[in-house]
């Protein structure tokens, strides 16, 4: 199994700003998703990030708004950049384990005015 | 038509009441997995599933790859498993990447 630790665990942003939030997992992962949970909705997909290469982002997401680092195999960054009150979500992290398994962090709830 | 559905949306039982939350896809998969999401946000995976039932504890999950269809089972409801609980399949091919159901939010009562 893997550990996953998000930080922070919340945050209010003022409009504009920019939030980057840090994903740790205890065991060396090749693959690290980023999915982001908006109110009353389900979890969307916003990239894949493997170390060493550029993250993959999914259709709707880009990497100005949402640049994505992965300095090693056990840590990646996700930042929301210029925040506007729709970018008011859960953000979670997760990574994939041996056979199919996924692993999910306690996500960060992040709250734009 | 979302890839993932889930009924009911929501669901409202009484401690103790056996309790089961449906989950119909319509792309192959590799594998399937039922999720619990508490309100603070974070979630645990409970089961993943590619064939047949696995149980545990108050839990069971079923599958059938056939009729692209699953249940979670909750025996012996309590309140604290109040939560909302979110099937997501991983497509064939797509390497770990998972589609989520919208979730089903389920509150026990005493």
Same mark, same amino acid.
């Given at each position: ?113 | ?28 998969? #590799?594998? =399937? /997995?039922?999720?619990?999401? @508490? +309100?603070?946000?974070?979630? %645990? ?24 269809? #699953?249940? =979670? /089972?909750?025996?012996?409801? @309590? +309140?604290?498993?109040?939560? %909302? ?26």
């Amino acid at each position: 199994s893997a550990v996953i630790s998000q930080k922070p665990s919340r945050d209010i942003c003022q409009r504009g700003t920019s939030l980057t939030i840090q994903c740790q997992v205890d065991s060396q992962v090749t693959m690290m998703f980023w999915y982001r949970q908006q109110p009353g909705q389900s979890l969307t997909l916003i990239a894949t990030a493997n170390q060493g290469s550029e993250a993959t982002y999914e259709s709707g997401f880009v990497i100005d708004k949402f640049p994505i680092s992965r300095p090693n195999l056990t840590f990646s960054t996700l930042t929301v950049s210029n925040m506007s009150p729709e970018d008011s979500s859960i953000y979670l992290c997760s990574v994939g384990g041996s056979a199919y398994e996924q692993y999910f962090g306690p996500g960060t709830r992040l709250t734009v005015t | 038509k979302n890839e993932v559905e889930q009924s009911p949306q929501n669901l409202t039982a009484q401690e103790g009441e056996f309790i089961t939350i449906n989950c119909s896809y319509s792309v192959g998969i #590799s594998a =399937l /997995h039922w999720l619990q999401q @508490h +309100p603070g946000g974070g979630i %645990v995976s409970l089961f993943m599933l590619s064939s047949g039932k696995k149980k545990h504890g108050r839990l069971i999950a079923t599958i059938n790859i056939q009729e692209k269809h #699953s249940s =979670l /089972h909750i025996t012996a409801s @309590h +309140p604290r498993d109040s939560a %909302v609980y979110i099937c997501a399949v991983q497509n064939t091919g797509t390497a770990s990447k998972l589609t989520f159901g919208t979730g089903t939010r389920l509150q026990v009562t005493l």
